[in-house]
């Protein structure tokens, strides 16, 4: 997985690459066929807006989460993509195990 985090009006500390690395991999422990994960952190006033764009194998997963605080706007993106993450793998399953495609095609 290639992880690229940049922020926009915003300095990215050590402390919060540590940060949003370590929420990301929640989201590997999931689902195995990430390739790559650009974030974008920003801020505007009061506003701090965290985006994350996930290369799928078959799929572009795009998410956005703001917020008054930073990590808070990580957490909601997070969750917000791992219930994204979870649904598109729930599509990919192969759901008619043990059979054979002639036998689905016949039903």
Do not use: C, W
């Not at 690395?21 to 195995?32: A, E, N, S, Y």
């Not at 078959?58 to 957490?75: M, N, P, Q, S, T």
């Not at 909601?76 to 689905?104: A, P």
Request: glycine fraction near 4%; aromatic fraction near 4%; hydrophobic fraction near 40%.
């Amino acid at each position: 997985m290639n992880l690229q985090i940049s922020g926009h009006h915003l300095d990215i500390t050590p402390a919060i690459h540590d940060y949003v690395t370590g929420k990301l991999d929640r989201v590997t422990r999931h689902f195995d066929n990430v390739i790559d994960v650009n974030v974008i952190l920003s801020v505007a006033k009061l506003k701090q807006k965290a985006e994350v764009t996930v290369h799928l194998s078959g799929k572009d997963v795009f998410v956005e989460a703001v917020d008054e605080d930073l990590y808070a706007a990580v957490d909601s993106l997070v969750d917000k993509l791992d219930r994204q993450i979870q649904k598109h793998k729930q599509k990919v399953q192969n759901h008619h195990r043990g059979q054979k495609i002639s036998q689905i095609v016949q039903e």
